[in-house]
């Protein structure tokens, strides 16, 4: 079994400043991990992604992740926020157990609002 | 490159009327398909999947149903819309486990 966490609904932080979104995930094997964007009235969008290979991941638009499996933690993170940067965003965990195409588990979703 | 269509971009049905939404993939083979539906204020439920032409898995009972007439086309369906099928609905598609998924753009429907 898997699931995910995001740990806030909302984040808001003013243009410039640093982001943090927070992701807790559980899985009972090596995990795959995600985070995607997703702007009003769009599709999601691939940000980056972990596979088990460098535990700091860089990602599109400035935006970088780090996999700290004894916190079972996956945060996103961005040294300064941009006004585009204001949409929702899903952490995904999926497990590599062979088990095909239903084993991707999403988050509830972190609305980031950026104050100008 | 890969890319994914999906379409009608918005739709408005009355209850009661049928509905198809569509999805090809293009540049990939045999390719993972999936539907979800982001109803408001909620996160994604994955709806169907299918691993192949005529596979199709459902994840939850539901008045949808999905078809797979051709490797790269996926179609969302029913005979009967009910007020509560509104929402966003998207296509995506990807590789076996542990591999990523690409989302395309999303149709909203309302049922009305």
């Known amino acids: 079994a898997q699931s995910v966490t995001q740990l806030d609904s909302h984040v808001s932080v003013s243009e410039g400043t640093p982001v943090l979104l927070r992701c807790n995930y559980s899985?009972?094997?090596?995990?795959?991990l995600f985070w995607y964007v997703q702007h009003p009235n769009k599709g999601l969008q691939l940000l980056l992604k972990?596979?088990?290979?460098?535990?700091l991941v860089k990602g599109i638009n400035g935006f970088e992740a780090e996999f700290k499996k004894s916190e079972t933690s996956f945060h996103l993170t961005k040294p300064s926020a941009h006004m585009s940067d204001a949409a929702e965003y899903f952490c995904?965990?999926?497990?590599?157990?062979?088990?095909?195409?239903?084993?991707?588990?999403f988050g509830k979703g972190t609305h980031l609002i950026i104050q100008p | 490159s890969q890319t994914i269509h999906q379409w009608p971009a918005t739709l408005v049905q009355p209850v009661g009327s049928p509905l198809s939404l569509e999805c090809t993939v293009e540049?990939?083979?045999?390719?993972?398909l999936y539907w979800y539906r982001q109803a408001a204020g909620r996160g994604l439920q994955l709806l169907f999947y299918?691993?192949?032409?005529?596979?199709i898995s459902s994840e939850v009972p539901q008045n949808l149903s999905a078809s797979r007439p051709q490797d790269r086309q996926f179609i969302l369906s029913s005979k009967k819309l009910l007020l509560s099928d509104s929402g966003f609905y998207l296509c995506?598609?990807?590789?076996?486990?542990?591999?990523?998924?690409?989302f395309g753009e999303g149709s909203w429907l309302t049922v009305v």
């Open positions: 995506a598609w990807g590789g076996y486990s542990g591999n990523t998924i690409y």
């Open positions: 299918s691993v192949g032409i005529g596979q």
């Open positions: 540049g990939t083979s045999n390719p993972n």
């Open positions: 995904v965990v999926s497990a590599n157990s062979g088990g095909g195409a239903d084993g991707l588990t």
């Open positions: 899985s009972s094997y090596s995990p795959s």
């Open positions: 972990y596979t088990s290979a460098a535990t």
